[in-house]
């Protein structure tokens, strides 16, 4: 336990004192207790500080109960580590700016980071990402990966839920405080983060609102605490570049997903891949790059055999084996009756082979 912990809550607490500020502050002082009983002319020799934050911080400093501060965490089920303690994840101890304390739900200091993958990309991205984010997270189950992304929508809510879906821990890092997390449509699917033993994090105050700025704040942590980044899908003024630029900077593998030619929100994703990054096509890929062990496969094949299936139902397979296709391309191609074709489609979604996308759009499962 940090005999410390509350001088920490105490100062982040401090609207103008984040994480840059809190570790000047610990570095100057050498501890939060001797900072916090400190006088104001001890406090004029804090590098970084301007003195309006002094002055801020002696006239709110009347006004916080040190006493009650860890109380009321431990009653809203939130925990936080300092880059004090032993616990402190070691992957974020050395990045540049590391996050001098962190606010979480969940059983985050107990996870591997050495089998985490960042996902990011797009908040208006297409259905094929998407999609194909969730098959590859799913994919990567026998690996035992950890998906670490930022809660957004798009890219984010894809790589969040085919993690939940395919029974993976993820970890969501909020550009917002606990008790204003955000996007609020997404607040079910972080419930369900929680119950599959993932994480919600934040560098911030639990009662900080969520804002424009800290949301590429936050890619820092994306990135440190994953072994490499995934960028599913992102245009050239998309914020994932951000998390790119940070995973080379921590000497991290960058890894992008081709997509559409004339798509374009695949021109920063693609302009990454000139540049150097590794291409992904496959799960394989990912765990081939960061040299992770997967579990062996199971004697008991559960692929569907092509036998068991009808000559139209392996014509339909086929023809929705590489890309997602909508009945009305399906019944021209297959020249098949389109009530027959519809039991024929329910048929296959029953046996796991194909499922069905809005908009009556089918693809291979």
């Excluded at 500080?49 to 006493?67: G, P, V």
């Excluded at 951000?242 to 929100?265: H, V």
């Excluded at 062996?296 to 590489?322: F, G, Q, W």
Aim: charged share 25%; hydrophobic share 40%.
């Amino acid at each position: 336990m940090n005999k410390e912990l509350k001088y920490w809550l105490a100062f982040s607490k401090l609207d103008g004192v984040g994480s840059a500020s809190l570790l000047d502050i610990f570095n100057h002082f050498k501890s939060m207790k001797a900072a916090w009983i400190a006088s104001t002319l001890d406090w004029q020799n804090v590098k970084q500080l301007r003195n309006s934050t002094i002055t801020t911080f002696k006239e709110k400093q009347k006004e916080i109960n040190l006493e009650k501060l860890e109380e009321k965490f431990l009653k809203k089920n939130i925990n936080v580590v300092t880059i004090e303690d032993d616990a402190y994840p070691e992957c974020l101890r050395n990045i540049d700016n590391p996050p001098a304390i962190l606010y979480f739900k969940g059983d985050f200091l107990n996870k591997d980071f050495n089998k985490t993958l960042a996902i990011v990309g797009s908040r208006r991205c297409s259905s094929s990402a998407v999609e194909n984010t969730k098959f590859i997270v799913k994919d990567l189950k026998s690996a035992h990966a950890i998906i670490v992304s930022g809660g957004a929508y798009g890219i984010d809510t894809a790589a969040h839920t085919g993690a939940v879906e395919g029974g993976l821990e993820t970890i969501v890092v909020l550009g917002g405080g606990l008790e204003h997390l955000y996007p609020k449509q997404n607040i079910p699917l972080f419930n369900k983060v929680l119950e599959n033993n993932g994480v919600l994090l934040s560098e911030y105050y639990p009662e900080t609102p969520p804002d424009v700025f800290r949301f590429p704040e936050r890619n820092r942590i994306i990135s440190g605490l994953s072994k490499g980044t995934l960028v599913a899908e992102a245009n050239i003024k998309s914020g994932a570049l951000i998390t790119a630029r940070l995973c080379l900077e921590q000497g991290k593998e960058l890894m992008c997903m081709p997509g559409l030619l004339s798509n374009p929100n695949t021109q920063g994703t693609h302009k990454l891949l000139k540049e150097g990054a590794s291409l992904v096509t496959s799960s394989e890929d990912i765990i081939n790059y960061l040299g992770w062990e997967v579990d062996k496969p199971s004697s008991c094949d559960t692929n569907i055999n092509s036998d068991d299936l009808t000559e139209d139902e392996r014509n339909i397979v086929e023809l929705i084996a590489y890309e997602p296709v909508n009945v009305e391309k399906i019944a021209l191609k297959t020249n098949i009756n389109i009530n027959d074709l519809m039991i024929m489609l329910t048929m296959l979604e029953l046996k796991g082979i194909i499922k069905q996308l809005p908009g009556e759009v089918y693809m291979k499962a």
